[in-house]
């Protein structure tokens, strides 16, 4: 069984950055894409980005959507079962709960229909 544990989300102004971690288990991390969604209230989720599997303790190629891309950054840390979503330039449109998610196996992870695992969710706001 996967589970995915996020942590790291807060209240921060304007421009502000915020890390959130994800630490997996359940499976062999490194052969897994993994990747970020949000959910803003009254809205559906939608895909942030996501990290492609990595061979290595790190790396791998990253994806984002347009509207994060230069402000948000992921990373993984395989010998920690480690995702990373670093979120610089904050706006308070990217106010939303946001998911670790783990997805296919020797995947890119650029691509929401890549992954069908799911952590509980960390509250991200933003004040103006």
């Known amino acids: 069984q996967v589970v995915l544990v996020e942590s790291g989300g807060g209240l921060v102004q304007t421009g502000g950055s915020l890390k959130l971690s994800c630490v997996a288990s359940?499976?062999?991390?490194?052969?897994?894409?993994m990747g970020w969604f949000r959910q803003a209230p009254g809205k559906e989720r939608e895909f942030v980005g996501g990290?492609?599997?990595?061979?290595?303790?790190?790396?791998?190629?990253?994806y984002y959507v347009d509207h994060v891309k230069g402000r948000f950054s992921i990373s993984r840390d395989n010998a920690k079962n480690t995702v990373y979503l670093q979120m610089n330039g904050l706006r308070t449109e990217d106010k939303a709960v946001y998911y670790c998610?783990?997805?296919?196996?020797?995947?890119?992870?650029?691509?929401?229909?890549?992954?069908?695992?799911w952590g509980q969710g960390t509250q991200v706001t933003v004040s103006s």
């Open positions: 998610a783990g997805g296919c196996a020797y995947c890119k992870g650029d691509h929401s229909h890549h992954f069908e695992h």
């Open positions: 359940g499976r062999t991390f490194g052969t897994y894409a």
């Open positions: 990290i492609s599997w990595s061979g290595t303790t790190s790396g791998g190629s990253t």
